[in-house]
T-cell receptor
Framework: AQTVTQSQPEMSVQEAETVTLSCTYD???????LFWYKQPPSRQMILVIR??????QNATENRFSVNFQKAAKSFSLKISDSQLGDTAMYFC?????????????FGAGTRLTVKP | GAGVSQSPSNKVTEKGKDVELRCDPI?????LYWYRQRLGQGLEFLIY????????KSGLPSDRFSAERTGESVSTLTIQRTQQEDSAVYLC????????FGNGYTFGSGTRLTVV
C-alpha cells in the first residue's frame, strides 16, 4: 500500500521568513511522481511544484523549492520570503504511473498561516 | 472550458434524499477523477474515469454512491439516500490522457455537501 504522511497539522510563519513543510511517503515502486498542492479558502487545489523520482535535482518554482530525499522517502516543501497569500492548506501527493489506475494519494494536509 | 467547473458550489440536503453533483472537465481532458474531502482532512479517492469507462471504482464508499460520465465530457456523481456522514467537499479533477505524469491534475473548486 502507498501512503503519504504529513506530520504537521498546523504551522505558522512570519511574513518574509522561510518555512518548511514535511512529507514522507511509503512505496515499493522506483518510478513515481510527487506533488505539492495548495488549497486556499476558495477550495480549488492549485499545483505548487512537482518532482519526478528519477531526477536527483530538487525542483524549484520561484519561492518554492523541495528537498527530495529518495532513500529516506522524504519530500519537504520550503517556502522562502513567505507572503500573506501563501496562507492555505498544503497537501503532499504521490502518484505511480500506471495504465489502469492513476489515482493520486494525498496526505492529510498542513494548514499554514502567514502572519503579518 | 478554461478550467474544471463543478456545480452546485454548495448543496444542503435532507437526510435520505438523493443528490447529484456535476463536473465539467477541461475540454480535451480524457481522464476525470472524483475525490471526497471531509472537514479538516485530506483527499479521499472515489473513482477514476478514462473516457467514459471507469477502470477504477475502488474508492466508492458504498453502493449508495455511483458515477457516470458522458463520453469525454461531463461527469455526474450521485449519492442516494444521503447520510450525515456524507457531508464533505466533493472535488473533481481532470487530466490530459491517462498518464498525467508531468502536470498532475487540474482541480475544480468542489461542491460542499451538507446533509441535515
Amino acid at each position: 500500500a502507498q501512503t503519504v504522511t504529513q506530520s504537521q497539522p498546523e504551522m505558522s510563519v512570519q511574513e518574509a521568513e522561510t518555512v518548511t513543510l514535511s512529507c514522507t511517503y511509503d512505496t515499493s515502486e522506483n518510478n513515481y511522481y510527487l506533488f505539492w498542492y495548495k488549497q486556499p479558502p476558495s477550495r480549488q487545489m492549485i499545483l505548487v511544484i512537482r518532482q519526478e523520482a528519477y531526477k536527483q535535482q530538487n525542483a524549484t518554482e520561484n519561492r518554492f523549492s523541495v528537498n527530495f530525499q529518495k532513500a529516506a522517502k522524504s519530500f519537504s516543501l520550503k517556502i522562502s520570503d513567505s507572503q500573506l497569500g501563501d496562507t492555505a492548506m498544503y497537501f503532499c501527493a504521490f502518484m505511480v504511473p500506471s495504465g489502469t489506475n492513476n489515482d493520486m494519494r494525498f496526505g492529510a494536509g498542513t494548514r499554514l498561516t502567514v502572519k503579518p | 472550458g478554461a478550467g474544471v467547473s463543478q456545480s452546485p458550489s454548495n448543496k444542503v440536503t435532507e437526510k435520505g434524499k438523493d443528490v447529484e453533483l456535476r463536473c465539467d472537465p477541461i475540454s480535451g481532458h480524457t481522464a476525470l477523477y472524483w475525490y471526497r474531502q471531509r472537514l479538516g482532512q485530506g483527499l479521499e479517492f472515489l473513482i477514476y474515469f478514462q473516457g467514459n469507462s471507469a477502470p477504477d471504482k475502488s474508492g466508492l464508499p458504498s453502493d449508495r454512491f455511483s458515477a457516470e460520465r458522458t463520453g469525454e465530457s461531463v461527469s455526474t456523481l450521485t449519492i442516494q439516500r444521503t447520510q450525515q456522514e456524507d457531508s464533505a467537499v466533493y472535488l473533481c479533477a481532470s487530466s490530459l490522457g491517462s498518464r498525467p505524469f508531468g502536470n498532475g491534475y487540474t482541480f475544480g473548486s468542489g461542491t460542499r455537501l451538507t446533509v441535515v
